[in-house]
């Protein structure tokens, strides 16, 4: 479903990814984890073109994302979910998830908010419909970012460390939801820290570290027996 082949970014001449290698296949849960400032979320932002690729090559189901693709689309086709949310302040949850299906998919009023009042269903929260962001708490907007993502029918969905600002309790709420999607068959790449969920929802942990992937397995490899001492000094400190 996605492919990064020979993917270099460099802010000026700070390269940040040296070369990424990458392919995350359709029903796909791939948890991507490592310390901070290893590139991870430059890593998504230049899968959707947030970034602009120095060098290499993205491709989203087969075709290739370049200068002439048509970039709404492409936001389109793979959702992103933020760790500060980046809802709308100025609209209702509603309008939050109306608005890019009827300005970008072309789709009717109707059918919009049809579809998104069952997908607030979904997240739990279509009494909070007619509420702003700034009504909701921290978990709740998170649940109506995703539920907005869903909005644009999504082929996959990149998640940047959707709990990592929100009070503890209300993680589980946020990461329930993306237990769901993933058992439904949504292809997900998750940026996170909750090594709890990378174990029990990922198909597949990669661990980054310096712009480069380090080392990839499954949960049980990655965690229970992994082979590089960068791997391993990262994990016994947030294990
Ligand atoms: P992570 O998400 O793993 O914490 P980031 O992708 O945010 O890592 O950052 C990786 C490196 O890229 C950091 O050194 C950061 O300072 C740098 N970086 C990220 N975005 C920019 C930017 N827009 N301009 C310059 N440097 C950036
Ligand atoms: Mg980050």
Redesign the pocket.
Known sequence: MIVIKDLKKA??D?V?LPCVNMEIKEREVVVII??????????LRSITHL?QPTEGKIFIDGEEIDDKTNIDRIRAEVGMVFQHFNLFENMTVLQNLTLAPIQVRKMSKEKAEEIAYRLLDKVGLRSKADQYPSQLSGGQKQRVAIARALAMRPKALLFDEPTSALDPEMVKEVLDVMKQLAKEGMTMVV?THEMGFAREVGDRVIF?DG?SVVEEGTPEQIFNHPQHNRTKAFLSKVL
Request: glycine share 28%.
């Open positions: 802010f000026g700070h940040v490592g310390p901070s400032g290893s590139g991870k979320s430059t890593l970034e940026v980054m712009g």
